[in-house]
């Protein structure tokens, strides 16, 4: 009984994780998409274009967070801090990158 719920608890979470990247993806498409379309027979439409970039990149940074939160909820604290580690490095390459 335990295991079939345990089963069910990482389904869920599973699938939070995979709507978080497909709202993200799908999402930054149609910015980029309707950019390009906007620059292409209205002139303009750049904004547009690097507001889909923007949530592109942002994307595995949100997967991160949900992880992380996902964990804290779980009471596994060691994940918590490999995800905290994870968004580190990933701020400290940005911060670099900049």
């Not at 980029?32 to 889909?52: D, P």
């Not at 939160?69 to 994870?86: A, M, N, P, Q, T």
Request: proline content about 1%; overall charge positive; charged content about 15%.
């Amino acid at each position: 009984m335990k295991l079939s719920l345990m089963k069910k608890d990482q389904q869920t979470e599973e699938r939070l994780i995979a709507l978080t990247l497909k709202i993200g993806a799908y999402s930054a498409f149609a910015c980029i998409v309707a950019g390009l379309l906007l620059h292409y027979f209205a002139g303009s439409g750049n904004r547009v274009t690097i507001v889909g970039l923007i949530i592109l990149l942002a994307t595995p940074v949100v997967r991160i967070i949900v992880a992380g939160i996902e964990f804290l909820l779980e009471r596994d604290f060691k994940y918590v801090l490999v995800s905290l580690g994870v968004l580190g490095i990933v701020a400290l390459a940005y911060w670099l990158g900049a």
